[in-house]
């Protein structure tokens, strides 16, 4: 996941919360001139902890200022290293158009899923589902303030025929107090990504940290989604404010790996 990166624009000093380093994230790469280099240097991060495939952050390459030629760049920068984007993550915004730009950017990089959430959910939902339709795409709701899966099936509701499932993140709901591996059980039909992610304990703030060194009890989770045949992505999450997570990320890359390799339990 390149969001585990939120900070690296700050030097990992990001007093100022999540909004600080989601735009210092896309001011960095938003110039056409400069967008290339920094793009292939988040790319070479990602290969060299070991990744073949990512979940792209829509701040490394935002829908609201990608021009072609930075959407060309990114998919030679991606094709060259063998890297697949497996879906993008992040608000998919609150209007049509940005929803739309979303959709383009997604469809030229080949990313099957759209993880986060939008109040188009709610405000324009015939709208979403239609877009979602043209382009072939999905959408993951990912929870956040959401206590239950209850709250998430509310929103996912008939599924609009395929197009609104949910991203898990284990990680949220450890935040919430609610158990992760139960929480896939509950959702198992609906699940189209997976955020993984420990926390360091129930409540806020929300504080993520190295596989095992928190509350969430990971390894059940992916039995979980194996014992419900899930085959979708599932992805390494780890976004500190204060310090550079790569050796973490790697260490949890490779305890996920692991954990698959084994017999089902």
Avoid at 85 to 108: I, K, M, N, W, Y
Avoid at 119 to 127: G, H, N, Q, S, T
Avoid at 158 to 163: I, R, Y
Avoid at 216 to 223: D, I, Q, T, Y
Wanted: hydrophobic share 40%; proline share 5%.
């Amino acid at each position: 996941m390149t969001a585990n990166f939120v900070s690296r624009e700050l030097g990992y000093e990001m007093s100022g919360g999540w909004g600080q380093g989601d735009h210092a994230t896309r001011e960095w790469f938003r110039p056409t001139g400069t967008f290339r280099g920094r793009f292939e240097a988040l790319l070479d991060e990602m290969v060299r902890l070991g990744f073949e495939a990512i979940d792209l952050w829509n701040a490394h390459l935002d829908p609201g200022w990608a021009t072609d030629a930075h959407i060309t760049q990114a998919r030679d920068a991606l094709h060259a290293r063998g890297l697949r984007v497996a879906s993008l993550a992040g608000g998919l915004g609150d209007s049509r158009q940005r929803l739309e730009a979303t959709c383009r950017v997604a469809v030229a990089l080949g990313a099957g899923v759209l993880a986060g959430g939008t109040p188009l959910l709610a405000d324009d939902r015939a709208f979403l589902v239609r877009t979602l339709e043209r382009h072939e795409l999905v959408f993951g709701i990912e929870n956040h303030p959401e206590r239950t899966p209850a709250e998430m099936l509310a929103q996912i509701g008939d599924g609009a025929g395929g197009t609104i499932g949910t991203t898990v993140d284990t990680g949220w709901y450890g935040t919430q107090d609610y158990d992760a591996a139960r929480a896939i059980d509950e959702l198992a039909p609906h699940v189209v990504s997976v955020h993984l992610k420990d926390v360091r304990h129930a409540g806020m703030p929300h504080e993520a940290c190295r596989y095992g060194q928190g509350i969430v009890a990971l390894r059940p989770c992916v039995e979980a989604l194996r014992r419900n045949g899930y085959t979708g992505m599932i992805s390494v999450e780890h976004e500190p404010e204060n310090f550079d997570p790569s050796e973490d990320v790697r260490a949890n890359c490779e305890m996920l790996g692991a954990w698959l390799a084994d017999p089902p339990r």
